[in-house]
């Protein structure tokens, strides 16, 4: 019996994004998958994929000071270590780049380990991430982050099985009103009028806000800027919800209006139609919102998308447009080409290799024609057939490969 291991540490958005390699192991007659994650997202975890066997551990060791936080992490996860040592795993993925992704590899036969692993006390990035961040100023044409995952396994599912089409449930209007970073979402003076708009084009109803705690500030500064109109029928489940309600509440939708979220990505996941807001660092040709049926609000600037760890230059020029009239039209009217300059609305939707976005009205995808070509050469790269019909550039293969590639083992 094919027995699989999963390692991934990273946060709630990011376990969402590992279904499509997840579903590629399940495929496998007999195969039996395990997951390695980090304790706080257990519940989550059983919810959304019911079938796996789960390995929490403690991986963030948030409120400790950098010099004990190791001892810490290895103390508590002594024993789930030795377990997994000794289960005697066909292949292990391990996803995430980090200290204790690479430690926990160390457990593992380093033939059996796809993506980061550890030989000889030496951290090896595997051939497939390695050629995916080889050139990291070319982010902008990346691949999908669900299917950069999924090509870790050699055969990955059709993406578009992964997800169901979105549909809307009946249950009004949802609203996520923050990322982790403020900068990649839209303050509330003007998500005000954005949820307003939404609302009327959609058909009013309810409108749910949504997230932890930490946003009940701006739940209540939200509402002080919403028109009384829409305001009377708001539900503020802001700091409200466990796992399982936010699973049935986002479950039941018409449709969500959030940045780039882990809510967005459970939405995808739940077949829940997601209208998006990408801006500032967010580009949602890496992460956007994964399956038919979503339409995505993207910033398109001469610096976007930037590096979310700089400080912004241009004074937040990507968020204007979201404040304009124009945008709240075609939000309010569902026509796109009302949309002002500087936004590109887009629907999401599938070729071959994976997730890409279409633009819906007359606003131009800049990296259009270059994304097309590097999806080309992925394609090829990762043997996925009846992919593109363009031919081979040489100058893609010349800036990405290089002569080690030739010489060591070719493993993903």
């Given at each position: 019996m094919p027995r699989f291991l999963v390692v991934q540490l990273a946060r709630f958005g990011d376990l969402i994004q590992t279904k499509r390699l997840i579903l590629s192991l399940q495929t496998q007659p007999g195969a039996e998958v395990h997951l390695c994650l980090d304790r706080s997202l257990e519940a989550l975890a059983r919810l959304v994929y019911p079938e796996l066997i789960l390995h929490p551990i403690t991986a963030h060791a948030a409120g400790v000071r950098p010099e004990e936080a190791l001892g810490l992490v290895l103390g508590q996860n002594r024993q789930v270590f030795a377990d997994l040592s000794r289960a005697g795993f066909s292949a292990v993925y391990n996803l995430n780049f980090s200290g204790l992704n690479f430690a926990l590899a160390g457990l593992f036969d380093p033939d059996t380990v796809h993506g980061y692993r550890t030989r000889n006390g030496q951290r090896i990035k595997g051939a497939w991430?390695?050629?995916?961040?080889?050139?990291?100023?070319?982010?902008?044409?990346?691949?999908?982050?669900?299917?950069?995952?999924?090509?870790?396994?050699?055969?990955?599912?059709?993406?578009?099985?992964?997800?169901?089409?979105?549909?809307?449930?009946?249950?009004?209007?949802?609203?996520?009103?923050?990322?982790?970073?403020?900068?990649?979402?839209?303050p509330p003076e003007i998500l005000a009028p954005v949820v307003a708009a939404a609302w009327e084009g959609r058909g009013r109803g309810a409108i749910t806000l949504l997230g932890s705690a930490a946003e009940r500030p701006l739940a209540a500064k939200l509402m002080r800027s919403l028109n009384p109109r829409a305001a009377k029928h708001v539900r503020d489940l802001t700091g409200a919800t466990d796992w399982a309600s936010l699973v049935r509440e986002v479950g039941g939708l018409s449709?969500?209006?959030?940045?780039?979220?882990?809510?967005?990505?459970?939405?995808?996941?739940?077949?829940?139609?997601?209208?998006?807001?990408?801006?500032?660092?967010?580009?949602?040709?890496?992460?956007?919102?994964?399956?038919?049926?979503?339409?995505?609000?993207?910033?398109?600037?001469?610096?976007?998308?930037?590096?979310?760890?700089?400080?912004?230059?241009?004074?937040?020029?990507?968020?204007?447009?979201?404040?304009?009239?124009?945008f709240l039209r075609a939000l309010a009217t569902g026509e796109a080409g009302h949309a002002p300059p500087g936004l590109l609305g887009l629907a999401s939707a599938f070729d071959a290799l994976g997730a890409i976005y279409k633009p819906l009205g007359a606003g131009q995808d800049p990296f259009a024609k270059k994304r097309l070509e590097f999806r080309d050469f992925f394609a090829k790269h990762l043997a996925v057939d009846d992919c593109f019909q363009n031919a081979p550039n040489p100058a893609l293969a010349l800036a990405f490969y290089q002569d080690r590639d030739w010489m060591t083992e070719n493993e993903r």
């Open positions: 991430p390695s050629l995916a961040f080889r050139r990291p100023w070319e982010r902008p044409l990346a691949p999908n982050l669900i299917d950069f995952w999924a090509a870790f396994h050699a055969d990955p599912i059709a993406p578009e099985t992964v997800n169901p089409p979105a549909s809307p449930k009946g249950g009004g209007v949802g609203v996520v009103l923050a990322g982790r970073s403020l900068r990649r979402s839209l449709t969500l209006l959030t940045p780039d979220t882990g809510i967005m990505h459970l939405a995808a996941h739940l077949g829940t139609p997601v209208t998006a807001f990408f801006l500032s660092s967010a580009w949602c040709f890496e992460t956007g919102p994964y399956g038919l049926g979503h339409t995505v609000w993207q910033a398109v600037q001469p610096c976007t998308p930037c590096l979310e760890s700089a400080p912004c230059e241009h004074d937040l020029a990507c968020l204007r447009p979201f404040a304009e009239h124009g």
